[in-house]
């Protein structure tokens, strides 16, 4: 089964400080996302990206930078967090279009 | 732009009778994928069924779904839902040419509880 991890699965952040969450994949993928997910929002697309070395912006990239270095990794980068940056934040891949995304198991972040 | 609509947040039902989630979308084109993810309390979300054929039933884990293009919708039932069944249930679309990438655009999901 496809495996993606995240990490740190949780994190206290101070508001203004940087925040990066890390994401991690084994399947080989080339398409790879991060999510925040909020109660009554579902799930909202921040960044994704298609091939190593480049990104692109979702629904809700304000306050939000992403990184792709290699297919495996992607980091969501917070250069100055905020309290409504506070939310658990979902990474998921996959392989093909129209295809299964398979989703790391979360980062909860709270940002005081 | 597309579109997923889940009108409720919240359903509540007892254990052994049915339930139906309601999904129905907007979209543009005809060339979409329909999607059902279910999350688990403090898990991640993950795939329950998949659709892109018209008035096709799909089934999986008791749970199915058809998707009725006529109607812009992909309900989700099961006809005797279990305890283990509580969870959030997200429907989700999928489309390439909508902002010229692929990505999955999801409803604002259906927490389901499932009282003994």
């Known amino acids: 089964e496809a495996a993606v991890t995240q990490s740190p699965r949780s994190k206290v952040a101070v508001t203004g400080g940087k925040v990066t969450l890390s994401c991690h994949q084994t399947n080989n993928h080339d398409y790879m996302y991060w999510y925040r997910q909020d109660t009554g929002h579902g799930l909202r697309l921040i960044h994704y990206?298609?091939?190593?070395?480049?990104?692109e912006k979702g629904d809700i990239p304000d306050g939000y930078k992403a990184s792709r270095p290699s297919q495996e990794n992607f980091s969501l980068i917070l250069e100055l967090a905020s309290l409504s940056q506070t939310a658990v934040y979902f990474c998921a891949s996959t392989g093909q279009l129209y295809a299964e995304q398979f989703f790391g198991p979360g980062t909860r972040l709270t940002v005081l | 732009g597309d579109s997923v609509t889940q009108t409720e947040g919240l359903v509540t039902v007892t254990e052994g009778l049915p339930v139906m989630l309601n999904c129905t979308y907007q979209?543009?084109?005809?060339?979409?994928?329909f999607f059902w993810y279910v999350q688990y309390l403090n898990e991640a979300p993950k795939l329950l069924l998949r659709s892109s054929t018209d008035n096709k039933r799909t089934e999986h884990q008791g749970f199915h779904a058809t998707l009725h293009k006529s109607s812009s919708s992909f309900h989700l039932q099961k006809s005797s839902v279990q305890l283990s069944d509580s969870a959030l249930y997200y429907c989700?679309?999928?489309?390439?040419?909508?902002?010229?990438?692929?990505?999955?655009?999801f409803g604002s999901g259906t927490q389901l509880t499932v009282m003994p």
């Open positions: 990206s298609y091939v190593a070395d480049s990104t």
């Open positions: 989700a679309l999928s489309d390439l040419f909508s902002s010229g990438s692929w990505q999955l655009i």
């Open positions: 979209t543009a084109y005809s060339d979409v994928a």
